[in-house]
């Protein structure tokens, strides 16, 4: 019963701060929650503001690249691979979200003729900060 009362609390918690846009395209608010990875310690801040259509994730920032009532989706800014991308994905009902890199990768010269693709993911939840 508690996990239900919680899993409704951030549900309206993020409803209620992180609107859908309206028909005009006018989004009034931003919300700032605390997240942590899976199997890992420590916390740190997921600001999403959708009136400039960003992610802040730690020291990561994403461009919002959809919004829909159950998910936020966004792509990293500058990515830091030569050949690949990142995305987030927020469930809103949750506040889970999931991280995943996928890139073309070469440790040092000796495997430039060799790049293969590789994927990297990690995920976590999200909640209103704890006081």
Do not use: W
């Amino acid at each position: 019963m508690a996990v239900l009362i919680a899993a409704l609390s951030l549900t309206a918690v993020l409803a209620a701060a992180i609107p859908s846009m309206g028909d005009d395209g006018a989004v009034a608010r931003s919300m700032v929650l605390k997240c942590r990875v899976s199997g890992g310690d420590g916390a740190f801040d997921l600001k999403i503001d959708l009136g400039n259509q960003l992610i802040e994730f730690g020291n990561s920032l994403f461009d919002i690249l959809q919004v829909h009532e159950k998910s936020i989706t966004g792509i990293l800014r500058n990515p830091r691979l030569m050949q690949g991308e990142e995305v987030i994905v927020l469930n809103r009902e949750t506040g889970n979200y999931v991280v995943s890199n996928v890139s073309l990768t070469c440790a040092d010269q000796k495997c430039l003729n060799q790049i293969g693709p590789d994927v990297t993911t990690f995920r976590g939840n999200c909640g209103p900060p704890v006081f």
